[in-house]
């Protein structure tokens, strides 16, 4: 499975950007999907993630409120709509994707994406 992330860019404080996610390769099944974002010189930590079926989400308590994951129903794309940023937010923003959890840990996800590099800043 491939994961193709796009929807980077540079945004001020208090603007909205949104993040896309495509898997290609094999899709046969649904797969639970999440977002992990790293700033430089930080661990890899959890944004969000979304079951296959789109009926549960869950959030890392920083952006909750602000950031909201989705899916299209039945088909293996996942989206990140980011509101109200914050310099805080400036990281690469990777997607992930997973048979079996929806798990915080990195480590917990098989399959990764590029990354899209996300900057707020005036």
């Known amino acids: 499975v491939q994961l193709q992330a796009s929807g980077g860019g540079l945004v001020q404080p208090g603007g909205s950007l949104r993040l896309s996610c495509a898997a290609s390769?094999?899709?046969?099944?649904?797969?639970?999907m999440g977002w992990f974002r790293q700033a430089p010189g930080k661990w890899r930590e959890f944004v969000a993630a979304?079951?296959?079926?789109?009926?549960?989400?869950h959030y890392a308590r920083s952006v909750e409120g602000r950031f909201t994951i989705s899916r299209v129903n039945g088909k293996n794309e996942v989206y990140l709509q980011m509101n109200n940023l914050e310099p805080e937010d400036t990281a690469v923003y990777y997607c992930?994707?997973?048979?079996?959890?929806?798990?915080?840990?990195?480590?917990?996800?098989?399959?990764w994406g590029q990354g899209t590099l996300v900057t707020v800043s005036s």
């Open positions: 992930a994707a997973d048979k079996y959890n929806t798990g915080t840990f990195h480590a917990q996800w098989h399959y």
């Open positions: 390769g094999r899709t046969e099944r649904t797969y639970h």
């Open positions: 979304i079951n296959w079926s789109g009926s549960r989400t």
